[in-house]
């Protein structure tokens, strides 16, 4: 630029320099052309048009001694002049306009030469008071494009100036257009520089915000506007989603959604047309409200272009504003046609990585949901932590989860504001909205459920000032739905594709981790019955494994084995008990009978088997199931001694009636009188033993029935007690001495004297049976202080202290001094004894020690003192 | 003159086969207990005992391994008197070297017979069979029952 201008230069100096030779003012013509050169010089170095105009008008008038100098711009198609920059004249005369075709102006623009005139027109008041004047066109290679004057007000100008301001013209001329070109170049520049930026973001996976607002720019840019907006619509509205130094006022009108007041952008981007307002401020296709937003955020003129929105049905608008009043050229619209479709490009390839990032997020999320949910084990829990994902998930602000029961849907659990009155809602499972999923078994997605205002019925959340809807159904195992997930948001919102399927992802996930929760709770559940129902049940249970090691040993099993679980787990029966539990071979029968060794006695176990087996029907565990018999086995044994015991006990005097009756009835045998006498002495005794046991017997059954009666009355004790212990004396008790310890006064209690008879008998005869080395036999009565206290006390083995409490037990019979001697009677006697003393109201116990005898001892009421 | 040792503790049952033994012409010796038995078995080397299995002290099964251990008393044959009617206690007495048994309450008409009939077969030689019938009666007792 700069050589063209020094060629420039040069060529007007060849051009200059004979003249000048040729002239005798060449002293006066040298300064004039250095000065010349000069201001060419700089004007050439000026790119910037509004600088070279102010610059050269300067020049001119500095360099012609001119009080006044203007350059009009001529515009040819409608052939008027326009005041573009003064110099000694009124700045309000710049804009003013005046026919290309009047004035010296137009004489010099059809002359295609600088013009001289004295006393010119004048075109404007300004121009009144000027005495000489010229005016040069500025002719390129279309023609003239404008003018350059310059007046005197005192003197005129001579052919001399013309030639000069001739010369300067074709200078400026070059100048300027010059300057033109490089704006022109610069806004090609700036274009495509937009251009650039709109390539540049559809080469990169921006986000949906980033490529709107680099849009935004690049339009900005592209089009020399000082700001840009881009719309979008979402649901039925034309939102602000993008921007470029968008004016505040503008930001916050545009905020809440394109005004109604600017109705004619949002009709202009529905038929995809191009809007252009050189002057917004009177443009009638806004309404006035519009106008003065404009005015006031300092937007003179905008460009609206139509974008396609590549998901939504309905389209969007790049809107750039500029600051100045601009005229929108053609190339301006067809640039701005350009962006649309870049940014329609641009957006697509935006939406599609925000689909794909979405996407991605969702599934991220899902997946953490997803293990989230998977290590959940509490339903309820469950629910609490959908309802809590499913907004964070889609960015939505409430959450509920329904439900099916019966022919209804209840709101069991939701987050955000409005779901907590909601809780425990019901709702037809065939209703309006939530049936329809369920019906349906599909999806529903409202953008606005105030388009239709029987969606806020139907769903009491919607009711809380929810604008957007999407339900999915939960569907459970062996597909049924059990329920509905529904999220809810604030703003009206389009349901993107992916957010829906992801959304019914989470409802998959949700309805597998409610059945994993609700399989695990009832196998808790389960668990926890069979444990408690081990754990309280009588049995012992236990498990063994495929190695046959302990897997269970429940607390029966520890009482009943008298060996603790923690002995007894992970090692085998055999370890644990001595012995193996185990039926021989496969196939257990019923109920079998074992023996284990307990604190060294044998216990016995009445013990059942199960075998598992896993699906190869290997056995895989057994699971026995035991019982402790130890207790019947022994009432068992007792029973079976007593039936032995009392055979013998009644075949023993059977044995000598039958046998003296025999003898006597022998007709081969003389007996004398002694001897029958004898004899039928034995008959007679041994049938009383025998009524005896007999009586003991028919005791026994009365005391079981409760039948027994007693005739209580007050008795002197003291000669029931002399009469039993002589009729033991008298019975032959070899080596046995009585000693009877009775007070001198009568000892009255209140007794059946039969019973008392019995019970004492019965204790001098156990004296006597286990004290078989003889000693002293003690039998003693007491008055004390409410009760007569009876004592017998042997020096015979006595008893053990663990024997002690089952003494009085019916069938219970000590055991002999040695184990192998047969024990004798019938068990009964203590039994019979102490139910005897119970009867008349009074107890019974023993005080003994293993080896040094033993104390029996009963005490009755005394009999009440007699007025 | 066969001679008879009766031990048992109860007087009237000792009375009983003394009378109907003594009766048959035999000669009857007495004991209350098992050591009295033992000590009369070996002093008078009675040619039949009758012994009773439940005696306090020591009891009749007891007296009956001493008698067979000793070298003077094996093989005096030993008739049980016992009035326990379980199988196992009659077998328990063969079992011990018995020969026979008899369940209380008997004929005491019936002894002597035994006696006599048991004597005449040990003096033969057939003690062993003689037990082994007897053990072979109870097992078919025992099948029937």
């Known amino acids: ?867 | 003159m066969t001679r008879v040792l009766v031990i048992d503790d109860e007087a009237p049952i000792r009375l009983l086969c003394r009378v109907n033994l003594e009766a048959e012409g035999m000669e009857v010796l007495e004991a209350p207990d098992g050591p009295k038995g033992l000590e009369q078995a070996r002093a008078a080397e009675p040619d039949v005992i009758l012994l009773d299995v439940m005696m306090p002290g020591l009891d009749g099964w007891q007296v009956a391994e001493q008698l067979l251990e000793d070298d003077r008393t094996r093989s005096i044959p030993i008739v049980f008197l016992t009035a326990r009617a379980e199988f196992r206690d009659r077998a328990r007495g063969l079992d011990l070297g018995g020969i026979d048994y008899v369940t209380k309450p008997f004929n005491p008409l019936e002894l002597a017979p035994l006696v006599e009939d048991m004597l005449k077969r040990v003096g033969r030689g057939e003690r062993d069979e003689l037990r082994g019938e007897k053990l072979a009666e109870l097992r078919a007792l025992m099948r029937d029952e």
Request: glycine share 8%; charged share 25%; proline share 5%.
């Open chain 1, 1 to 867: 630029m700069r050589r063209f201008f020094q060629g420039a230069i040069e060529a007007f100096r060849r051009r200059r320099a004979p003249a000048a030779r040729a002239t005798p003012s060449g002293p006066v013509a040298r300064p004039e052309q250095t000065a010349l050169l000069r201001a060419i010089e700089t004007l050439g170095g000026e790119l910037d048009l509004d600088r070279v105009l102010p610059e050269l008008v300067d020049r001119l008038a500095e360099l012609l001694r001119a009080d006044t100098a203007d350059f009009y711009v001529y515009g040819r198609s409608r052939q008027r002049l326009r005041c573009a920059v003064v110099h000694g004249l009124p700045g309000e005369l710049v804009g003013f306009e005046v026919a290309a075709d009047t004035t010296l102006a137009g004489e010099a623009i059809a002359a295609g030469r600088p013009v001289v005139a004295t006393s010119p027109p004048v075109p404007h008041p300004a121009y009144e008071s000027l005495a000489g004047a010229i005016v040069a066109p500025l002719v390129g290679a279309e023609g003239a494009s404008g003018v350059l004057g310059v007046g005197r007000r005192h003197g005129e100008f001579t052919a001399e100036d013309a030639d000069f301001l001739g010369a300067f013209a074709s200078l400026a001329e070059l100048a300027i257009r010059n300057a033109e070109t490089f704006a022109e170049r610069s806004r090609q520049e700036r274009v495509q520089r937009g251009f650039y930026r709109i390539a540049s973001v559809l080469g990169q996976p921006l986000s949906l915000a980033a490529t709107l607002d680099a849009i935004a720019q690049a339009a900005t840019e592209a089009l020399g506007g000082s700001s840009a907006a881009v719309l979008m619509p979402r649901a039925g509205v034309l939102e602000l989603v993008g921007s470029h130094e968008l004016p505040e006022d503008l930001t916050r009108a545009l905020g809440d959604g394109l005004p109604d007041s600017a109705k004619a952008l949002a009709t202009a981007a529905a038929a995809r047309r191009i809007l252009a307002a050189s002057s917004v401020a009177d443009d009638d296709r806004f309404e006035p409200e519009w106008r003065a937003l404009a005015a006031r955020a300092g937007a003179a003129s905008l460009l609206a272009a139509p974008v396609e929105s590549p998901r939504q049905g309905s389209g969007g608008l790049v809107l750039v504003f500029f600051a100045e009043r601009r005229e929108l050229t053609d190339d301006d619209l067809e640039l701005a046609i350009h962006l649309a479709d870049a940014t329609g490009g641009a957006l697509e390839r935006s939406e599609l990585f925000e689909a794909e990032r979405t996407s991605r997020a969702l599934a991220q999320q899902l997946a953490r949901t997803g293990s989230l949910l998977a290590t959940e084990l509490d339903p309820a829990a469950v629910l609490d932590e959908v309802v809590q994902q499913a907004p964070a998930l889609l960015g939505a602000e409430a959450c509920t989860v329904r439900l099916l029961a019966g022919d209804e849907l209840v709101v069991q659990s939701g987050a955000g504001p409005g779901t907590d009155a909601a809780l425990a809602a019901r709702s037809p499972s065939t209703g309006r909205l939530l049936g329809d999923i369920v019906q349906s078994r599909a999806p529903i997605a409202i953008d606005d459920v105030d388009v239709d205002n029987r969606y806020a019925a139907a769903d009491p959340v919607l009711a809380e000032g929810y604008r957007a809807f999407l339900g999915v159904p939960l569907i459970g195992p062996e597909r049924t739905v059990h329920g509905v997930l529904s999220v809810y948001s604030l703003q009206p919102r389009a349901w993107l594709p992916e957010e829906i399927d992801a959304l019914s992802a989470l409802a998959t996930n949700t309805s597998a981790a409610l059945s994993n929760a609700e399989l695990y709770q009832s196998v808790a559940l389960e668990k926890e019955r069979s444990f408690a129902i081990l754990a309280n049940i009588a049995d012992g249970i236990v498990a063994v494994d495929r190695q046959g090691q302990v897997v269970l040993w429940n607390a029966a099993a520890e009482l009943i084995t008298g060996i603790p679980q923690a002995e007894a787990l992970g090692r085998t029966p055999l370890q644990v008990l001595g012995r193996t539990l185990e039926s021989e071979g496969d196939s257990p029968g019923g109920d079998r009978l074992l023996a284990i060794q307990r604190g060294g006695e044998d216990a016995w176990l009445s013990i059942t088997e199960a075998i598992m087996r896993d699906p190869a029907g290997v056995v895989s565990g057994r699971i026995f199931a035991f019982r402790d018999i130890s207790a019947d086995r022994f009432v068992e044994q007792m029973k079976s001694d007593f039936v032995s015991t009392v055979s013998h006990e009644l075949r023993t005097p059977l044995t000598s009636i039958y046998g003296f009756a025999e003898t006597l009835l022998r007709q081969d045998v003389q007996f004398g009188d002694q001897e029958r006498e004898t004899f039928l002495r034995y008959i007679a005794s041994e049938a009383e033993r025998l009524t005896g046991i007999v009586d003991a017997l028919l005791n026994v059954a009365r005391l079981d029935t409760g039948d027994l009666h007693v005739n209580i009355s007050p008795v002197d004790v003291r000669p029931v007690v002399s009469e039993v212990v002589s009729s033991a004396d008298d019975g032959g008790a070899n080596g046995h001495r009585f000693v009877v310890d009775l007070p001198t006064e009568p000892l009255r209690a209140e007794a059946d004297p039969d019973k008392l008879r019995q019970i004492v008998a019965q204790l001098v005869d156990n004296a006597v049976k286990y004290s078989p080395d003889g000693g002293t036999v003690t039998i003693a009565a007491r008055r004390k202080s409410e009760t007569v206290e009876f004592s017998v006390v042997d020096e015979g083995m006595g008893i053990p202290q663990a024997e002690q409490q089952r003494i009085f037990r019916k069938f219970y019979r000590a055991d002999s001094p040695t184990d192998r001697e047969e024990r004798s009677g019938t068990g009964l006697g203590l039994f019979i004894a102490q139910g005897l003393v119970t009867a008349m109201g009074g107890r019974i116990w023993v005080e003994s020690a293993e080896g040094s005898g033993a104390s029996f001892a009963f005490e009755l009421p005394a009999a009440r003192a007699r007025l």
